[in-house]
């Protein structure tokens, strides 16, 4: 849902940043690097110390290298089956972090259990809402459904997670991370039962 509206926007604003890095001669490769490597010091040296604002800041500022980085590719020609894979790969690194990071704190200092369960449901299903079209599309199929896409499952738990860093009542949080997990639930079975038609129309 934001992957459809933010995009041209943010394509826009980051146009001129992405050609000043090429002038300067750095690779759309260097930029999803260093881009995940910020998004994981964020979540996993802010977060586990319960700095949720702070760690918010910095996650953001990265994670517009990923806009950034494909904005470079486009320009510079360099569009291709590399790049792509290079950051769908290392965008599943930096959500894992992003969530470890809520896991580490809510199992350690945080002390609540629910709250661990929860950003540890949304680490496992986020990830395999992402393998499940993955795998579709190795076997020839197609699974571009789901009510819980990457972009939407990220905006909410930063914004949320940065508030609470603000003095927003932590059990906002609580709910936020249920329906993120719930969600993505759903978008795992709705994946599924999508290849699974396509499967058996080929058998039909």
């Avoid at 949320?160 to 609580?174: A, D």
Wanted: hydrophobic fraction near 55%; charged fraction near 15%.
């Amino acid at each position: 849902m934001l992957n459809k509206y933010a995009r041209a926007f943010f394509t826009k604003v980051f146009t001129p940043v992405a050609r000043a890095l090429l002038k300067a001669g750095i690779s759309p490769d260097v930029v999803t690097i260093v881009g995940t490597l910020g998004v994981c010091v964020g979540a996993l040296a802010f977060y586990p110390r319960h700095s949720f604002f702070w760690g918010t800041v910095v996650i953001t500022l990265f994670v517009f290298s990923d806009t950034v980085d494909g904005v470079m590719a486009r320009m510079s020609g360099r569009s291709g089956k590399w790049g792509a894979y290079l950051d769908s790969t290392l965008d599943r690194v930096g959500d894992s972090a992003i969530f470890g990071g809520l896991v580490l704190w809510y199992a350690g200092g945080g002390d609540d259990f629910l709250m661990a369960g929860l950003a540890l449901a949304c680490l496992i299903l986020g990830s395999v809402v992402s393998y499940a079209k993955a795998r579709a599309e190795g076997l020839g199929f197609t699974a571009n459904v789901g009510i819980a896409e990457r972009a939407d499952r990220l905006v909410a738990v930063l914004v949320t997670t940065g508030l609470v860093g603000l003095g927003l009542p932590e059990v906002v949080l609580t709910v936020v991370l249920a329906l993120l997990a719930v969600a993505s639930l759903i978008t795992v079975v709705q994946r599924m039962l999508m290849v699974r038609r396509q499967a058996l129309a080929e058998t039909a």
